[in-house]
């Protein structure tokens, strides 16, 4: 398929004008090659990815490379210059003639994006843009759960095996908010229109204390809930064009759990 088409109709879904005025989407490295046929989506591009690469001997096979979190975030000289590791790794992938593009916060905000895949997962109903923050997803639970309860069957349906709750507002949870990664600030849109909780992650210990003083609801969740972009990413790739070869590598890796 040719590259610019298919970055044509991906920008259908995931325009860049949706991302957010700090972001760096797009491509991060490497010239786009005029065919595409065999993408490997990551959800952040980084040595364990290259070596899988290389391990696999898939440097001559794969046309794209298609991460979640940007690999440059921030100006790339910049960041060159400040973070040996990343230089190192930019001039090996260089080397391997794969461009890496990156879609972030214009793919949590899209349709068929982050935050819509993340809804579908939990099972709620009626799922729409929270008014105040579009990035934001919220809906209905088929049944109301006690708040512990929901808790454990978020965890669950996000395969992850902790998360931190905040149990300040309603016990019984029926309306639901969340934003994949670290969107916790959000929580006080989620809460001024009317949801019972809200999810997200990398909330501070200020953040916290904020939530408390405003007597909500606040489920913490690792950031790695968001490999759900893999899933989703290549269910679009794959409704463009059936016939893109579409791989997939998680090397993302939980933190130990050292609750009691």
Request: glycine share 6%; net charge negative.
């Amino acid at each position: 398929m040719k590259t610019k088409v298919l970055l044509k109709k991906l920008a259908k879904f995931f325009p860049k004008s949706l991302a957010e005025s700090y972001d760096h989407v797009g491509l991060q490295c490497g010239k786009i090659k005029e065919e595409t046929n065999k993408i490997l989506l990551c959800l952040d591009y980084d040595e364990d990815v290259y070596q899988y690469i290389v391990d696999n001997n898939l440097d001559k096979e794969i046309d794209l490379i298609i991460s979640h979190h940007p690999f440059i975030f921030g100006t790339r000289a910049k960041v060159l210059k400040n973070d040996p590791l990343k230089k190192e790794l930019y001039d090996k992938t260089i080397a391997l003639d794969i461009p890496v593009y990156s879609y972030h916060t214009n793919f949590d905000s899209g349709n068929r994006g982050m935050n819509d895949a993340l809804a579908k997962k939990l099972g709620l109903m009626d799922i729409k843009k929270l008014e105040t923050e579009p990035m934001a997803r919220g809906g209905i639970l088929p049944n109301e759960m006690e708040i512990h309860d929901f808790s454990k069957f978020a965890e669950e349906k996000f395969n992850v095996n902790y998360g931190l709750l905040l149990n300040y507002g309603t016990t019984k949870i029926k309306k639901v908010a969340l934003i994949g990664g670290g969107g916790w600030r959000s929580f006080i849109n989620s809460k001024q229109e009317g949801y019972d909780i809200f999810i997200s992650g990398d909330i501070p210990h200020h953040g916290r204390r904020a939530v408390v003083q405003n007597h909500y609801n606040y489920l913490d969740l690792p950031h790695e809930i968001e490999k759900i972009f893999m899933e989703q990413f290549k269910e679009v790739l794959l409704s463009i064009n059936s016939e893109l070869q579409v791989l997939t590598v998680d090397q993302e890796v939980l933190p130990e759990c050292l609750c009691i």
